[in-house]
């Protein structure tokens, strides 16, 4: 799986958009980007993903670049209880990994959503 | 439907001891990983199981092991525990589909003393 990198740390004001960043210049074609966030000492939590196309649900919206080697993640209004690791993850799906497959996690971004 | 649940939620035990811990997946869900989170780091991938065989494994000793029985649910277990092992223990599940949408569980918080 390709190794992604994201700034350490980010604030936000409360209210306003949250861009976070991901950079995936590795990535392969079968790959997808997956976002998580994982307020402290709980499991991790699924926001979104996407192949190529940007994506947007109920949380987020997820713009990936056209040639996919980088991608962003947007927290429309940031409230206080978006503060958070943000995990940005590319992974090929199991049924056609094989047995490579190692699911790297970084370190995310750290996001404070500050009053 | 439910969530991933693992179980037990927090564990206290001593070096040298072994422990077990468990995860039910999602109904339905197919393919169980576990990952080991230490305090400042990221999430380390132990080990991954499909239908029942250990598809994918992390750079851990083999005093971490697992398995998986035919109705999904997973087990990891490790062995002569050492200091270093206390950790934030999760478990995710998937389909596995075409995108293979990872859900993790609450996690298991293991201290060892």
């Known amino acids: 799986d390709a190794k992604t990198t994201q700034p350490p740390s980010m604030d936000c004001a409360e209210g306003r958009a949250a861009n976070l960043p991901c950079n995936h210049s590795t990535i392969s074609g079968n790959e997808y980007v997956y976002w998580y966030r994982q307020i402290h000492s709980q499991g991790p939590q699924y926001i979104i993903h996407?192949?190529?196309?940007?994506e947007t649900n109920e949380m987020a919206s997820l713009i990936i670049t056209e040639d996919r080697k980088s991608s962003t993640l947007i927290l429309p209004h940031a409230t206080l209880r978006d503060t958070a690791v943000y995990y940005c993850i590319v992974r090929v799906a199991l049924l056609n990994a094989g047995n490579n497959r190692k699911l790297i996690w970084g370190l995310g971004t750290s996001l404070a959503v500050n009053p | 439907k439910a969530g991933v649940t693992q179980t037990p939620r927090y564990l206290i035990k001593t070096r040298g001891q072994q422990v077990t811990l468990s995860c039910s997946p999602i109904?339905?869900?197919?393919?169980v990983s576990w990952y080991q989170q230490t305090p400042g780091q990221g999430l380390q991938f132990l080990f991954e199981y499909f239908s029942e065989t250990q598809r994918n494994k992390g750079n851990f000793p083999g005093r971490f092991s697992g398995r998986q029985f035919s109705n999904s649910r997973s087990e990891m277990n490790v062995s002569t525990l050492e200091l270093g092992d206390s950790a934030l223990y999760l478990c995710?599940?998937?389909?596995?589909?075409?995108?293979?949408?990872?859900?993790f569980g609450p996690g298991t918080r293991l201290t060892v003393l």
């Open positions: 995710a599940s998937s389909f596995p589909d075409r995108s293979d949408t990872q859900y």
């Open positions: 109904s339905g869900h197919r393919s």
């Open positions: 996407g192949l190529k196309n940007n």
